[in-house]
């Protein structure tokens, strides 16, 4: 009778450790997306960050020297540029 009643508490130890083990997994498993997410939105804000970096040396362009015709196609791009900026 003991030896069934050790086993029967051994079986329940091994199960509550399995369980906690499991929700470690699922912790760590939930930590990694988070971190993943993280990274994925770093990189998105300096992609962003590059794109406006362009934006600005379109913008801040000497177009004193430019043809007519590329002044024309520059201030279409400075136009481009403002309205995604504020849409």
Not at 49 to 54: D, G, H, Q, S, T
Request: glycine share 0%; net charge positive; charged share 45%.
């Amino acid at each position: 009778m003991d030896r069934e009643k050790e086993r029967k508490e051994e079986n329940e130890h091994r199960a509550k450790i399995m369980a906690i083990k499991e929700k470690e997994l699922q912790i760590q498993a939930a930590m990694k997306e988070k971190e993943l997410q993280t990274q994925r939105y770093i990189k998105e804000m300096e992609i962003k960050a590059k794109e406006r970096e362009m934006d600005m040396q379109i913008l801040n362009a000497d177009t004193s020297t430019m043809s007519e015709k590329r002044r024309a196609l520059h201030e279409i791009a400075c136009e481009k540029i403002i309205a995604k900026w504020f849409t």
